[in-house]
C-alpha cells in the first residue's frame, strides 16, 4: 500500500483532481448556460440575415429586368453599330453604379457595343446568361464570372433584343459589380454588435461578398479553412474557429438558394468570441479569481510536499536530457537511493539510452568516414579513367578541382559545399569517355562533327553519374559546367540564373586551366592570356563574382596549378 501511496502517478493524480475539481463544480453549469444562449442569438441573426438578403436580391433582379426591358426598347440599342447605342449605354453607367458595364452582342456572341471602351474583340457566346436569353427569349440570370472587359468579379444579366416582327437580332447584357452587393451587406453590417463579419460563399466556399473585407477576398476561397469545411458539409449550425486575425471565432451559418447567384449559397455571420461571450467571460473571471486563490494555496503545499519526493529526481533527470541532446552522450542521470521508484527506473533506463546512444554514435562516425573514403577512391578511379584515355589533358581535373575549391572558399561557401565542388571537379570530364582517344588527341584542327562528339561529354557524363546518389547535385553540376551566362554554352543553352552556382565556378576554372596548359592542338596560351580570357567576358560568358574571386586568386593572393 506505501508503494502505491509513494508512487509518481499516484501523486500526479492527485494534484490534478485537487486542481480542475473546483473549476468543474464553479463553471461548469452557468458557463455552459450562458455560452448557448449567446450562441443561439448568434445563429438566429444568420437567418435573419438570409431573409433580409433573400429580399434585396430579388428587389435587384427584379429592377434589372425592368431597366433591361426599357433599354432593349431604344432604336440606338437596335443598331449596335451606331454611336448612338454607346453613347446610350455609357450614359446608364453614371446612373446606375451598381453595374459594372452595359454592352450589346450579336446573335453569335459577338460584342459590338460597350459602354466601357474595348482593348480587343471579346465574344460571350459561352457566357450562360447570353445563351439562356436566346434559348428562352426572355431576360436571363448569368453565374459569378470575372469580366473579360471589366477583369473584375460580376453577375451578369441578360435580355433578348427584338425588331418589331419579334425577331431576335441580339442580346442586351448588364455586368452587376459584386461590390455593390457588399455595400448592401456593409450597411445590414453596421445594425449589428460591433465587429461582427457577414461572408458570402458559394458551394465551393469561395467569397462572394465580405464585409468588411479588408483582405480584398472576394473570389477567393474563405480564409476560414476549418470552419469552412464543416460549412459546406451542413445545411445550418454554429461552428468555432481561429479567425484570419489570429482570435478565436464563433461561426453562425445557414444555406438559402439565391435567385441572383442560381445556386445555393452560405451566409456565415461570425463573431469574436470574446464579443460573443463578454457576459459569459465576465462571470467566468469571477470565478477565475476564486480559483486562482484557491490555486495559490494548493500549489505552495503542493511544491512543499513535492520538493522533497520527486522534484529533485526530475531535475536531475532533466539536466541529464538536456546534456544529451547538446550531444553529450557521456552523461549520465543520478539515481537517488531513497528517491521514487518509478522515476529511479525511468533514470536506470535513461542511463542505458545514453550508453547505447554512444555506442552508435562512434559506429555512425566509423562508418561515415569509410563510406567518405570509398566515395574518394571512386572519384579518383572515374577521373582517372578518362585521363588514361587522353595524356595530352592528365591532370586536368585534379587542377580544376583545385582552382574551383579555392574558388568556393573563397566565395565563402560552406564546408559542405565546397566538397560537393570538390568530388564534381574530379569527374566533371567523365562524359569523355564516350569520346574516341583519337579525337581527345588530334593535333590539328576538329571537325564540325568531331566537336560535336566532344560537346556531348557534358550530358555523357550526366547519363553515367545521374543514378549515383551522392550527397550533392554532382551529375546536374557536370551536365551544365559549359553553359555560359548569355545562354551560348552547351548541352542547354542555359542563361544567368537558370545554371547553379557550382557550376559556374567550375566553368571558370575549367577556362583557366585550359588556356594555361599544353594542349594537342596548341601550345599553352599561359595565365595572363587565360586572366585576360575570364575578364574580358566577364557578365557575358562568365560570372562577374566568380571571374572576381578567380582573378584575385591569381593576382593577389599567389595561386598556381602545381
Request: proline share 4%; charged share 20%.
Amino acid at each position: 500500500m506505501s508503494h502505491i501511496l509513494s508512487s509518481l502517478r499516484f501523486r500526479i493524480t492527485v494534484l490534478i483532481l485537487l486542481a480542475i475539481l473546483p473549476a468543474i463544480v464553479l463553471f461548469h453549469y452557468s458557463n455552459q448556460e450562458y455560452r448557448n444562449r449567446e450562441i443561439a442569438l448568434a445563429k438566429k441573426m444568420a437567418l435573419d440575415l438570409i431573409r433580409t438578403i433573400t429580399e434585396q436580391e430579388k428587389s435587384l433582379i427584379d429592377g434589372t429586368r425592368q431597366l433591361l426591358i426599357a433599354v432593349s426598347q431604344l432604336d440606338g440599342i437596335r443598331d449596335p453599330t451606331s454611336e448612338d447605342c454607346v453613347q446610350i449605354l455609357s450614359n446608364l453607367l453614371p446612373h446606375y453604379r451598381r453595374y459594372l458595364n452595359f454592352g450589346v452582342a450579336d446573335v453569335k456572341g459577338k460584342v459590338l457595343c460597350s459602354a466601357i471602351p474595348l482593348s480587343k474583340s471579346i465574344n460571350i457566346a459561352d457566357r450562360k446568361y447570353f445563351s439562356q436569353a436566346i434559348d428562352i427569349q426572355d431576360f436571363s440570370v448569368g453565374e459569378y464570372q470575372i469580366g473579360r472587359a471589366t477583369y473584375r468579379p460580376s453577375i451578369n444579366f441578360g435580355y433578348p433584343i427584338f425588331t418589331d416582327d419579334r425577331h431576335i437580332i441580339g442580346v442586351l447584357f448588364a455586368a452587376l459589380d459584386l461590390a455593390s452587393l457588399t455595400q448592401f451587406e456593409a450597411e445590414i453590417l453596421s445594425r449589428l454588435p460591433k465587429g461582427s463579419m457577414l461572408t458570402k460563399t458559394d458551394h465551393d466556399g469561395i467569397v462572394l461578398a465580405r464585409v468588411p473585407d479588408t483582405e480584398n477576398l472576394v473570389g477567393s476561397p474563405a480564409p476560414e479553412a476549418s470552419a469552412a469545411k464543416e460549412i459546406l458539409r451542413s445545411e445550418e449550425g454554429v461552428t468555432t474557429a481561429i479567425g484570419p486575425d489570429g482570435r478565436r471565432w464563433v461561426y453562425a451559418f445557414s444555406t438559402y438558394p439565391s435567385s441572383l447567384y442560381q445556386a445555393d449559397l452560405h451566409i456565415i455571420y461570425g463573431l469574436p468570441e470574446n464579443v460573443l461571450l463578454a457576459d459569459v467571460n465576465q462571470v467566468f473571471n469571477r470565478n477565475l479569481v476564486i480559483m486562482t486563490v484557491i490555486g495559490i494555496v494548493l500549489l505552495i503545499g503542493i511544491w512543499l510536499g513535492f520538493e522533497f519526493s520527486f522534484l529533485r529526481q526530475l531535475r536531475s533527470l532533466h539536466h541529464a536530457t538536456h546534456r544529451l541532446a547538446q550531444g553529450d552522450f557521456g552523461t549520465r542521470s543520478q539515481i537517488f537511493p531513497h528517491g521514487n521508484s518509478e522515476l529511479n527506473d525511468l533514470a536506470s533506463d535513461f542511463n542505458k539510452m545514453a550508453v547505447n546512444l554512444q555506442r552508435r554514435k562512434h559506429d555512425l562516425i566509423k562508418s561515415f568516414k569509410k563510406l567518405q573514403k570509398s566515395l574518394e577512391s571512386t572519384a579518383n578511379s572515374l577521373a582517372s579513367a578518362v585521363e588514361i584515355r587522353d595524356p595530352y589533358t592528365s591532370g586536368h581535373q585534379k587542377r580544376v578541382t583545385k582552382l574551383a575549391c579555392a574558388i568556393a572558399t573563397d566565395m565563402g561557401l560552406t564546408n559542405d559545399q565546397v566538397e560537393g565542388i570538390r568530388i564534381t571537379g574530379l569527374l566533371h570530364d567523365i562524359g569523355k569517355i564516350s569520346v574516341p582517344a583519337e579525337i581527345l588527341s588530334k593535333p590539328g584542327r576538329l571537325t564540325d562533327i568531331e566537336f560535336n562528339l566532344i560537346k556531348n561529354h557534358p550530358q555523357t557524363g550526366y547519363e553515367i553519374l545521374k543514378n549515383i546518389e551522392f550527397p550533392w547535385p554532382v551529375a546536374q553540376i557536370v551536365l551544365q559546367h559549359h553553359e555560359r551566362m548569355d545562354g551560348s554554352g552547351y548541352p542547354q543553352g542555359l542563361k544567368g540564373k537558370e545554371t547553379m552556382l557550382a557550376a559556374k565556378i567550375l566553368a571558370v576554372a575549367d577556362v583557366m586551366e585550359a588556356m594555361a596548359s599544353h594542349r594537342p592542338y596548341r601550345p599553352a596560351l599561359g595565365i595572363e592570356a587565360a586572366l585576360e580570357e575570364i575578364a574580358k567576358n566577364k557578365g557575358i560568358l562568365y560570372d562577374p563574382k566568380v571571374v572576381d574571386v578567380c582573378v584575385k586568386l591569381f593576382i593577389k593572393k599567389g595561386f598556381n596549378f602545381e
